[in-house]
């Protein structure tokens, strides 16, 4: 993590060597002619990376501000976006977005996140069997389900039926350590300052996304149920599969109670039975995701944490101000 003192010198830097603003990257050369709004974000942004950036894209962009989010330093960018400059970013240990969304932090929103990779660090049913000795068995399904090559609802019941007569204590062990993605508390408090709903949307276990949904004040949670029958998980599960359509289902239903426009939706997520729902949403990042959902998603984030939203969300309330 930057200090604050190190985020302070590099904006400085940044706006010494290139203001005033709108401004060209290289001053003796002609600029772009794009039209894209994109932002280059990290918590190592500087100069010399912001550079080294321009020259693998081999664009001379204008620079049209920049700023930071706690810890993240985000530069605001226009040229010619291509897919290829999020490969740029990530080899210099940046994100690159383009800010084609409507979604910015002026407005109130809705975001939907994944759980398991996403909201927390671990997938808490690969965690669950290693306590109930099925644990090999069960990650390779999982790794398999995520990457897409299974349908989600059948390898959820798959793996749920390895941890017949677990005792239903290993739940709690669980909970009891449930590591927080990084990142989650701060901006789940910024968004909720800003009249943002948020809620989860999971194909994990009501035992953690409840525990989430207090321990976050979020405005609601929908995942699996274990079924449990004296003290012991029976290998079931109980009502319906949280799946694919029913995650990109519950942001449109959560739109319409909340009174908010489906153009200022976000969601966020890392495994391929989130793509529906990112692409049901206004802005759909995946999160340190799987390939499959990268090479889909419109928004991919590899190395920042979750904060990477509310980058994202003040570049587009920035671009707002500018047109």
């Given at each position: ?30 600029q772009t002619e ?132 677990a005792p239903e ?155």
């Amino acid at each position: 993590m930057q200090t604050s003192e190190f985020i302070n010198l590099t904006l400085k830097d940044i706006k010494q060597h290139y203001s005033p603003f709108p401004n060209k990257l290289i001053n003796n050369q002609p600029q772009t002619e794009g039209r894209d709004y994109f932002i280059l974000f990290g918590t190592n942004l500087e100069p010399a990376k912001l550079q080294a950036f321009q020259q693998k894209c081999g664009e001379n962009f204008q620079i049209f501000d920049c700023w930071n989010n706690l810890h993240n330093i985000v530069v605001l960018l226009k040229g010619h976006w291509q897919k290829s400059y999020e490969t740029h970013a990530h080899d210099l240990t940046l994100d690159a977005a383009k800010i084609d969304f409507n979604a910015n932090l002026a407005e109130q929103g809705l975001l939907v996140m994944d759980m398991d990779s996403t909201a927390i660090q671990i997938e808490c049913i690969d965690e669950i069997a290693k306590l109930a000795g099925t644990g090999e068995e069960v990650s390779a399904i999982t790794a398999a389900a995520m990457r897409g090559e299974l349908d989600f609802e059948q390898s959820l019941r798959r793996r749920v039926s390895t941890l017949k007569d677990a005792p239903e204590t290993i739940l709690q062990e669980v909970r009891l350590q449930l590591p927080l993605m990084p990142g989650l508390k701060e901006t789940v408090r910024i968004l909720q300052q800003h009249n943002w709903r948020v809620a989860i949307a999971s194909g994990g276990f009501t035992y953690f996304a409840d525990y989430l949904k207090e321990l976050l004040n979020l405005d609601a949670a929908v995942s699996n149920q274990f079924d449990i029958e004296n003290g012991k998980l029976t290998g079931r599960v109980k009502g319906d599969i949280v799946h694919a359509q029913y995650k990109a289902d519950t942001l449109k239903r959560l739109a319409r109670e909340f009174n908010i426009p489906l153009e200022n939706t976000v969601a966020i997520g890392d495994g391929a039975n989130d793509l529906l729902m990112l692409k049901q949403a206004n802005l759909g990042a995946a999160f340190h995701a799987k390939p499959k959902v990268q090479q889909q998603a419109q928004v991919v984030v590899n190395f920042a944490d979750l904060t990477a939203l509310l980058c994202l969300l003040s570049a587009g309330e920035k671009i707002k101000h500018l047109s």
